[in-house]
């Protein structure tokens, strides 16, 4: 298993703790100049599941994989929070939010993996 894939197995693994929903993996190793290799984008029902999928997502990946996020923005207001792990990014979006910035559409080039959810 690649060192993403493995990040994005704990990243998965994370979200689903905290029962997040509609978990998309985006790879976007095949477009040039892209800013990673592959995007983990998901969504909680409400900010307090998006701070609880965030922190989940933190303690797994750390002890699954052994990787700490190198930034870590939107806590504050927990509607959108953007983890980089440098070759993986995690986008943890409100419903609303989601759907406003609509990422999946703005990478429609890429190839998408969608993760059933648990429940």
């Known amino acids: 298993m690649t060192k ?31 800013i990673c ?8 029902n409400s900010p307090q599941q ?3 999928i965030t922190d989940s997502v933190e303690e ?9 996020p190198v ?13 980089d792990y440098t070759d993986v990014m995690v986008h943890v979006f409100v419903p609303d939010a989601r759907a406003f910035y609509n990422l999946e559409n703005l990478w429609e080039d890429a190839r998408m993996e969608n993760i059933p959810d648990l429940d």
């Not at 190793?29 to 892209?34: H, L, N, P, W």
């Open 4 to 34: 993403t894939a493995e990040l994005s197995k704990a990243i998965v693994k994370g979200i689903q703790e905290k029962k997040g929903k509609a978990i998309t993996l985006v790879d976007l190793s095949t477009i040039e100049g892209s």
């Open 37 to 44: 290799s592959q995007f983990v984008i998901c969504q909680g």
């Open 50 to 52: 998006v701070e609880a």
């Open 60 to 68: 797994i990946v750390r002890v699954d994989a052994g990787e700490k």
């Open 71 to 83: 930034r870590v923005v939107g806590r504050e207001n927990a509607y959108w929070v953007a983890m």
